[in-house]
């Protein structure tokens, strides 16, 4: 049974309802989580990319064009003059260079977020279990860290804990009990949050993120997986927006003909259940054909648009369950 603390009412009765109906629903179905700030409170991508910076982890190359295909030319200069921990982690932060230039340009934001695929591009020279590990360590810290806790880098000061929505972990168990499997699609690395999906009983398998080629000698290289027609290495596209839904489609539902990037022609192959936070996550939510869980920050932009207007009555829209 849902407990019904935290939740607004109304959507505490139309998960219950929900619930209650999946159960009896036969076949296949599927439910998929976002991850940063819909199951768990404040952004693990964040915590861990200061975490690895910390650890000396994140390698500085040759050319630092190698690690984005969307760095502009104000910020391959401002690094080359000196790429410090913070000044690493503030381009990533606030997609700008310290003199406010635009630190990324010409990605399609349909398909990618250039500052997310940047923390993957960084990974490289680590293998995926260096990151699972340091992962690990960074998410347990987070979690024992008091809520409120911040810390300064460079120009920013960011959230330096992280907590698990009770309230979410609690729903993904009554999903699994209606029969419904859950997924995690994130915009964040994978090796990343892996780990931290144990937390809520979900396996690595269940999980899909940003991934690396890994190289022969098992090190992850500067490259990154793509989907459908994008090929392993173009470095054009993650799981964000029109992203997760390839992942979906290809991954989850094995989408073999068709435009991954559109949504399923088979109602039958799409998410039951999907739950977001950000623009990163419309498409798959937009695809969803049951409930749409939207926890919303109060921040303008297209899903809170959609959810908040709810044409078709299935949008469930959820305050941050911790302020």
């Given at each position: 049974?849902?407990?019904?603390?935290?939740?607004?009412q109304?959507?505490?009765?139309?998960l219950?309802?929900?619930?209650?109906?999946?159960?009896?629903?036969?076949?296949?179905k599927?439910?998929v989580f976002?991850?940063?700030?819909?199951?768990?409170?404040?952004d693990?991508g964040?915590?861990?990319?200061?975490?690895?910076?910390d650890?000396g982890m994140?390698?500085t190359?040759?050319?630092?064009?190698?690690?984005?295909p969307?760095?502009?030319d104000?910020?391959v200069?401002?690094?080359?003059?000196?790429a410090?921990?913070?000044?690493i982690?503030?381009?990533?932060?606030?997609?700008?260079?310290?003199d406010?230039?635009?630190?990324?340009?010409?990605?399609?934001?349909?398909?990618?977020?250039?500052?997310?695929?940047?923390l993957g591009?960084l990974?490289?020279?680590?293998t995926?279990?260096?990151?699972?590990?340091?992962?690990?360590?960074?998410?347990e810290?987070?979690?024992a860290?008091?809520?409120?806790?911040t810390?300064?880098?460079?120009n920013?000061?960011?959230?330096d804990?992280?907590?698990i929505y009770?309230?979410?972990?609690?729903?993904?168990?009554?999903?699994?009990?209606?029969?419904?499997?859950?997924?995690?699609?994130?915009?964040?690395?994978?090796?990343?949050i892996?780990?931290?999906?144990?937390?809520?009983?979900?396996?690595?398998?269940?999980?899909?993120?940003?991934e690396n080629?890994?190289?022969?000698?098992?090190?992850?290289?500067?490259d990154?997986?793509g989907?459908?027609?994008?090929?392993d290495?173009?470095?054009?596209?993650?799981?964000?927006?029109?992203?997760?839904?390839c992942?979906?489609?290809?991954v989850?539902?094995?989408?073999?003909?068709?435009?991954?990037?559109q949504?399923?022609?088979d109602?039958?192959?799409?998410p039951r259940?999907?739950?977001?936070?950000?623009?990163?996550?419309?498409?798959?939510?937009?695809?969803?054909t049951?409930?749409?869980l939207?926890i919303?920050?109060?921040?303008?932009?297209?899903?809170?648009?959609?959810?908040?207007?709810n044409?078709?009555?299935?949008?469930?829209?959820?305050?941050?369950?911790?302020?």
């Open positions: 049974m849902l407990t019904p603390d935290g939740w607004n109304k959507n505490h009765a139309a219950v309802a929900f619930l209650a109906e999946e159960k009896k629903r036969p076949g296949r599927v439910a976002d991850w940063d700030n819909t199951v768990i409170k404040n693990i964040d915590a861990a990319f200061i975490g690895l910076l650890r994140v390698a190359p040759g050319d630092w064009r190698r690690t984005s969307y760095l502009t104000a910020a200069q401002a690094l080359g003059k000196g410090t921990p913070e000044l982690f503030t381009i990533y932060n606030s997609m700008k260079t310290p406010g230039a635009p630190a990324f340009a010409g990605h399609d934001p349909k398909m990618t977020e250039a500052a997310y695929a940047w591009h990974l490289a020279g680590n995926p279990d260096q990151i699972r590990r340091a992962s690990r360590e960074i998410f810290r987070q979690l860290n008091p809520v409120g806790a810390r300064r880098i460079g920013d000061t960011i959230a804990y992280i907590r009770p309230q979410i972990a609690d729903l993904i168990k009554a999903l699994e009990q209606s029969g419904l499997e859950v997924w995690v699609v994130s915009a964040t690395p994978k090796y990343i892996e780990v931290c999906a144990e937390k809520v009983g979900l396996p690595p398998e269940r999980v899909i993120g940003i080629v890994v190289g022969p000698d098992g090190k992850l290289t500067y990154l997986v989907c459908g027609p994008v090929r290495g173009e470095n054009r596209m993650i799981t964000y927006r029109d992203g997760k839904r992942w979906i489609n290809t989850i539902f094995g989408m073999e003909n068709g435009d991954p990037f949504p399923n022609p109602p039958k192959k799409r259940f999907g739950a977001g936070d950000s623009d990163g996550d419309i498409s798959f939510l937009e695809d969803t049951g409930l749409r939207f919303d920050k109060g921040r303008p932009l297209d899903a809170v648009r959609a959810a908040r207007e044409r078709d009555g299935r949008w469930l829209v959820q305050e941050p369950f911790i302020r």
